[in-house]
């Protein structure tokens, strides 16, 4: 665990939602789950400090590009540090509430996947609503949603249909890695 992650989550637990970084298995698994055999844009929602980032930029390729939306301004700058040189990432300080408003401005009309870690069972009925909202709006026919969760909540979401399940055990606490598309019931 970094300084920074113990940091960050002593001043916010809530908004970091995990009490340490995800274990590298999880991390690389989530990872495969994005297919980079042709150029894809990837959005990643509340990287933190960045262990899923860097897994799925070893992996992508030289056209791909990787857009991250981070709410914490300390993890924002460590991103931007983290990335500086490279020109398919792209670090954004802003709320994932704003996601469909914040592709417009990166010149993406849909994704080809959302990443995303945010513990949605631990925040509050009428905001997890509004973010699922927001995520569905951004996402295309053919995107897909990949999420890390301790539940399987999302995957009975209205808004998203269940594409795949893994589950990992080797991570504290172990997590499901779920793969959703969006649902004819997903607001446009």
Not at 63 to 87: K, T
Not at 155 to 164: G, M, R, S, T, V
Not at 177 to 186: C, E, P, W, Y
């Amino acid at each position: 665990m970094s300084l920074l992650f113990f940091k960050r989550v002593l001043a916010n637990p809530i908004r970091v939602g995990y009490v340490v970084p995800s274990s590298p298995i999880l991390t690389r698994k989530t990872a495969r789950c994005i297919d980079f055999s042709k150029p894809r844009v990837v959005v990643e929602l509340g990287p933190g400090e960045g262990c899923h980032t860097r897994q799925i930029v070893r992996r992508m390729n030289l056209d791909s590009r990787l857009i991250l939306i981070e709410l914490d301004a300390h993890f924002a700058d460590h991103l931007r540090e983290q990335f500086v040189g490279d020109e398919r990432v792209s670090v954004v300080h802003g709320d994932a509430l704003d996601l469909p408003e914040t592709l417009v401005e990166h010149n993406c009309v849909a994704p080809d996947y959302i990443v995303s870690g945010i513990p949605f069972t631990i925040m509050g009925v009428d905001l997890r609503e509004q973010l699922l909202a927001s995520i569905a709006r951004a996402m295309g026919p053919e995107s897909v949603f990949i999420t890390y969760q301790f539940s399987m909540q999302l995957a009975e979401h209205d808004y998203f249909d269940l594409k795949q399940r893994q589950h990992c055990l080797f991570n504290v606490p172990p997590l499901n890695v779920i793969q959703l598309g969006k649902s004819g019931l997903a607001p446009v």
